[in-house]
């Protein structure tokens, strides 16, 4: 990392580049007028803060560093945001881990003071922890109330061969939205620069989706062959199983079988008439 990028916002802001001319104007006080010798440039992250330290000396005539420069180190330290509560950081697949990165590194960590719980969801990782990790950054969730997380692969049976996954893993947002029982709500990010088709939409349009149980959850087969196909609910208490014949294949097919439950549409119906408080 550069020495301008290690700086604080302040500082990043306002000193020149590497290549530029280095003035008492940008490391002292704006209001003064007096320049240093075009030679006085930045070297090395290393050399950074002596050569503030020596720019300053000379811009005052004095061997012992002017206050203002350690005004500005103290404005610089302290200019990072402090988020009260810690966030989880759930990390993802491909090209965006490579975002991710960038956006962590250079728009975050350098103006936010934040304590980020790192949880990584890439699909190497996920079959290693035998998607353990994937329940781990849910419950993490569940326990400090706001995640951030990226793109991830759900696989497939050609990601199962690329990968050399032990099987066929289950999406990570249909386990994460299991786990908090939650409510999707989609909103646009409008851009006055970026034209839209419809010109005349000015408000973003949310889509709100149910996001518990049913694909997320379901359960599929290929029928091989001639048979029955049969749904079986066996009562927790003990009564009579009740079988419902759901078809007759004659040749070859396939099936899937949804679920849900009354407390989670409730819970959609509910957080849908409260978006977006």
């Not at 104007?25 to 240093?36: A, F, I, K, N, T």
């Not at 061997?63 to 759930?90: C, D, G, H, W, Y």
């Not at 998607?131 to 569940?142: G, H, L, N």
């Not at 010109?199 to 149980?213: E, L, Q, T, Y």
Request: charged fraction near 25%; proline fraction near 7%; aromatic fraction near 8%.
């Amino acid at each position: 990392m550069n020495a301008v990028r290690s700086s604080s916002g302040f500082l990043r802001r306002s000193v020149t580049p590497l290549s530029a001319p280095l003035s008492s104007s940008r490391l002292l006080s704006s209001s003064s007028s007096s320049q240093l010798p075009s030679s006085q440039r930045f070297i090395s992250s290393a050399s950074l803060r002596p050569n503030r330290i020596a720019a300053t000396t000379r811009w005052s005539g004095s061997t012992t560093p002017s206050p203002n420069f350690f005004q500005i180190r103290t404005m610089a330290s302290e200019s990072k945001i402090k988020v009260l509560n810690p966030v989880v950081e759930l990390d993802g697949d491909e090209m965006t881990r490579i975002i991710w990165q960038e956006i962590r590194e250079k728009l975050i960590l350098p103006y936010l003071d934040i304590d980020l719980k790192y949880y990584d969801l890439g699909l190497e990782y996920r079959d290693q922890t035998d998607d353990q990790v994937t329940i781990d950054a849910a419950e993490a969730i569940k326990k400090y109330g706001v995640g951030v997380k990226c793109a991830t692969i759900t696989p497939d049976e050609a990601r199962v061969e690329e990968f050399k996954l032990k099987k066929m893993w289950l999406s990570p947002n249909g386990t994460i939205r299991n786990i908090l029982g939650g409510t999707v709500f989609r909103e646009p990010i409008i851009i006055p620069r970026i034209p839209r088709l419809v010109p005349g939409w000015n408000k973003p349009i949310v889509i709100g989706r149910h996001a518990f149980g049913d694909q997320y959850r379901a359960q599929d087969r290929v029928i091989p062959g001639p048979g029955k196909l049969e749904l079986v609910y066996t009562p927790a208490n003990g009564g009579e199983p009740e079988r419902v014949q759901v078809y007759d294949f004659q040749g070859g097919g396939v099936t899937q079988c949804q679920y849900n439950t009354d407390e989670s549409i409730s819970g959609f119906a509910h957080a849908s008439s409260r978006w977006p408080s």
